[in-house]
């Protein structure tokens, strides 16, 4: 099993703790219930969904075995594992395991107690309970039952104090943190290479889409979300992987592996279907290309993110005017959001162990503090991290351009942004898909470094590879 030290788990618990404190010192007496993921059927019950392991718990006990759950004692900060061993019956079926006693030792704890016992547990403690939000609904009816309460309130009843003190903790990447991203990125890099190197005219989206699961898995790596391969970019998580392509489309692709060690890459590359751009999608994708760039060169310690998603969108428009595609002031564009027309998503969010990291927490405590309000406006509302950025952070910076013509055609019947949008010139790009480009940055004192080996991005770059 992949683990870092058992320093490393401790440590983490600890911070824990006096990050609880500092939110809250009532926490005295509480305990802290972490739950870890079980096994999800797929059809029938033996047959199961690839194992993912919650984050927190592999964060704080980083075992990445289904059926086990943990509980921090807020007085004593000891830890006591609450899981079964193999039976014999499961060595005959799924083989043998190494025993949790060697596992949880490796992870600093020593007091194991069997699954069955957590009930009893809890109850004989009496002591309040705090817990993350659930999403499996497994362990939503098992905390009912743990805490005497229906399921359906359940996730009503979480501790915000915890959220807000793991959330603290996560945003922060450690050094042998930055070293697994990057481990993940480099895979992520892999499948990039390989679905440049794979596409061509008249093959089929899911061809390619093999190809990059070759990759991904001869790495020994798992997905961190599923595959975004498309000719139809300008559709933003479309997972269909049907369409036959043609010379003269764009093929979009995002995806990232999940390392052994469970941290994500979240890559976007976008490249001609035949290998070479031509003029009109050169010119929007330099256009991408400078809004991905002079973003990360603007990012630093203390920036709002928010701004930076700003920053994206002024060079848009600033870009679009010069192509004769818009009209006017950019500063009344930007008042006006013509730039959610389109870039109707975020320009980023952070990432670790999740690709969306910690949106298990909610996304407003990963990605917003108490004072910022949520805008309501396309592009912006889709924003999922709007605050500072601080030194440790790992974010992606993903800019795109989208011509969705459905929503062109709406804007237009309802002659919105017409004093904008030169929507004759419009017509031509309505075919035209999606650029977006995509990676993965890491925020330190000494400004924003792009992590990973260097993925190809420049048109001259991407035309050789695919040559
Ligand atoms: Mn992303």
Redo the contacts with the bound molecule.
């Keep these: 099993m992949n683990l870092f030290s058992n320093t490393t788990y401790t440590d983490r618990r600890a911070g824990l703790l006096r990050n609880l404190n500092t939110q809250n010192d009532s926490h005295g007496s509480s305990l802290i219930l972490i739950m870890g993921n079980t096994e999800s059927p797929m059809n029938y019950r033996d047959n199961i969904y690839r194992f993912r392991q919650d984050s927190n718990f592999r964060y704080y006990f980083g075992i990445n075995l289904p059926n086990l759950h943990a509980v921090i004692d807020c007085a004593s900060g000891e830890t006591i594992l609450f899981g079964n061993d193999y039976s014999m019956e499961d060595i005959i079926w799924v083989g043998e395991q190494e025993s949790l006693t060697s596992l949880a030792e490796k992870v600093g704890i020593r007091d194991i107690r069997p699954l069955n016992d957590l009930h009893k547990y809890i109850k004989e403690s009496d002591r309040k309970v705090l817990f993350t939000p659930p999403y499996r609904h497994d362990n939503i009816i098992l905390l009912g039952s743990l805490l005497g309460e229906s399921p359906l309130i359940v996730p009503s009843l979480v501790s915000e104090d915890l959220i807000k003190a793991i959330v603290a903790q996560r945003s922060i990447k450690t050094e042998e943190e930055i070293v697994q991203i990057e481990d993940a990125i480099n895979i992520t890099r892999s499948m990039h290479l390989t679905a440049m190197q794979s596409t061509a005219p008249d093959l089929y989206e899911y061809e390619v889409v093999g190809a990059i699961h070759q990759s991904l898995h001869a790495s020994h790596a798992e997905l961190s ?1 599923p595959i975004i391969f498309s000719i139809n970019g300008q559709t933003l998580h479309n997972h269909h992987h049907d369409n036959l392509m043609n010379s003269g489309n764009l093929a979009l692709n ?1 995806s ?1 592996a999940e390392n052994p060690f469970g941290y994500s890459g ?1 890559i ?1 590359r976008t490249f001609p279907v035949n290998g070479k751009f031509n003029s009109q999608q050169k010119e929007i994708y330099e256009l991408v290309l400078k809004m991905e760039k002079d973003c990360i060169a603007s990012c630093s310690v203390g920036t709002p993110y928010r701004d930076m998603h700003i920053l994206a969108n002024r060079i848009l428009l600033d870009g679009m005017k010069s192509l004769g595609l818009l009209k006017g002031s950019v500063e009344d564009m930007l008042m006006a959001n013509v730039a959610g027309m389109f870039m109707p998503h975020g320009l ?2 952070m ?1 670790g162990m999740d ?2 990291d910690m949106e298990d927490l909610g996304e407003q405590y990963v990605g917003y503090t108490e004072d910022i309000e949520r805008s309501k406006v396309m592009g912006l509302k889709s924003l999922r991290l709007a605050k500072p950025l601080e030194a440790g952070f790992v974010i ?1 910076v ?1 800019p795109g351009i989208y011509f969705i013509p459905q929503l062109i055609d709406k804007l237009k019947a309802e002659k919105q942004h017409n004093d904008f949008v030169n929507y004759d010139k419009l017509e031509a790009y309505k075919s035209f898909g999606g650029v977006r480009i ?1 990676d993965d940055v890491h925020i330190t004192n000494k400004g924003a470094k792009v992590l990973g080996e260097y993925i190809p991005k420049e048109v001259n770059e991407i035309e050789e590879i695919m040559s």
Excluded: L, M
């Design positions: 979300y995002d990232g979240d976007t980023g969010h990432i690709v969306h992606t993903e995509e």
